[in-house]
């Protein structure tokens, strides 16, 4: 089959290469006028269902993982006050996308490089932004403008992998609507070569946490530049969670620009920065305050809810993955996993139109059954963090909601 995946992040590259691999012709639109992603360098964590992914599917079979077995809670005043065994695998989004783009299109990186073969039967046009689809009994088509010139493109099915914003999702259910849930959430980076000894034994091997009133801090440690593992050149990845009714100004970038949901780093007002910088040094524990202090480029994002109402449209014609589906609060640390699912599950469901029509009701079922618990969970843990007393050690536990039989995936060979 003539696939068309909008979106060429990781949510489209994970469906668009399970797809490739059953022979399928795969062709990414992206709207990003570069033809590789500058990624904000943050941090993620790989799920069980993102590991299963890279067993399958990666054929460069580099290691991107790094283990974190401790989760650790600080008081104020930077004390140890309650620790817990965990088995969690921290990456970074950028290694995870080189990965995923090696494979996919076979693009050569410092990350990952793969044989010369690696791209057939795939495209990826960046720069390519939907304006309008037309959808009949036996087709799609995607009306899309490249470099201001208008551009259409056919195929059998189309997978909207356009992000919590979809224009996929607008253009074909508009009363969906993304919701602001009064809290953004900062991100930002330090190398581990820079940080103090002292700090090194509070955030390697582990995730640690503070929480007080109307705020959550964790960080954690991640791929460094180019992917690397080795302790000394590794990152360490911080996320803080604050209330804002009105995100406006933080929202406004330094040159004046207002953005709906993220603003990228490099971009963020010098005034926001220097208030959160001193909001930090009164508010937070010691060893977060000289993370926050020492980091560069921070970015911040408003955290949202949304969920549309069905996965498939126009009989299994387009279909919704990864955020365009169901965007999870970053608590959780599932959107990548719900993405690799996807993936997973059109790779056992879709391997032709036949096929996929006689699955097509399991995966609907499937699929937004891990959605609703995505969502549902996320809200959970942000009303709990952000408007709360969170207890440290109580059952409300921050990161994946437990996985159940829905969520199994074939471990066959690819």
């Known amino acids: 089959m003539n696939i068309i995946v909008v979106g060429g992040s990781l949510a489209g590259l994970f469906v668009g290469l ?60 930077g004390n140890e006050i309650h620790r817990e065994n965990i088995d969690h695998q921290a990456t970074s989004w950028d290694l995870l996308y080189h990965i995923l783009r090696a494979n996919f299109d ?40 490249q470099k201001n010139e208008k551009q259409s493109i056919k195929g059998d099915i189309l997978i909207a992998a356009d992000g919590a914003s979809s224009r996929i999702r607008t253009l074909i259910d508009p009363n969906i609507e993304r919701n602001y849930v009064d809290y953004v959430v900062w991100r930002g980076t330090v190398p581990e070569s820079d940080i103090s000894e002292s700090l090194t034994s509070t955030f390697i091997g582990g995730v ?11 960080c954690y440690t991640i791929p460094g530049q180019n992917g690397a ?28 620009r207002k953005h709906h949901w993220t603003v990228p780093r490099g971009k963020v007002a010098h005034k926001v920065w220097k208030d959160l910088k001193q909001y930090a040094n009164s508010n ?30 126009y009989n299994g014609r387009v279909v919704l993955v990864g955020d365009a589906l169901a965007g ?11 993405a ?16 996929w029509l ?21 809200q959970k843990l942000g009303h709990a963090s952000q408007f709360e007393e969170y207890k440290v050690g109580g059952k409300i536990k921050m990161g994946y909601m437990a996985a159940n039989e829905d969520r199994s995936v074939s471990e066959g060979s690819e």
Not at 54 to 63: H, L, P, V
Not at 115 to 138: F, K, L, R, S, W
Not at 340 to 355: I, N, P, R, T, V
Request: glycine fraction near 6%.
């Open 18 to 77: 399970s797809l490739k691999r059953l022979g399928h012709h795969v062709h990414i639109l992206e709207r990003n006028s570069l033809p590789l992603f500058q990624g904000n360098g943050a941090g993620i964590f790989a799920g069980e269902e993102t590991r299963l992914f890279i067993k399958k599917f990666d054929r460069s079979k580099r290691d991107l993982t790094i283990p974190t077995t401790l989760l650790r809670y600080l008081d104020v005043h």
């Open 106 to 145: 076979g693009i050569k990186s410092a990350y990952c490089q793969l044989p010369d073969d690696t791209g057939g039967n795939t495209g990826y046009d960046y720069d390519a932004n939907v304006t309008d689809i037309e959808v009949d009994d036996d087709s799609v088509t995607i009306f899309y403008e």
């Open 208 to 218: 640690t946490f503070f929480h007080a009133p109307e705020i959550q801090f964790a």
């Open 229 to 256: 593992l080795d302790q000394g050149r590794r990152l360490i990845n911080w996320v803080w969670y604050c209330n804002h009714a009105d995100p406006s100004e933080i929202l406004t970038d330094c040159h004046g």
């Open 284 to 313: 937070l524990p010691p060893q977060f305050i000289e993370l926050v202090n020492a980091t560069q480029l921070p970015f911040v994002q408003a955290v949202s809810d949304i969920l549309a109402t069905q996965a498939c449209y």
């Open 328 to 338: 999870f609060r970053p608590h959780t640390a599932s959107a990548t996993s719900q």
């Open 340 to 355: 690799a699912f996807h993936g997973l599950q059109l790779w056992e469901k879709m391997q032709s139109w036949s096929d």
């Open 358 to 378: 006689k699955n097509r009701s399991s995966y609907e079922d499937i699929v937004m059954k891990f959605a609703r618990q995505g969502v549902e969970h996320g």
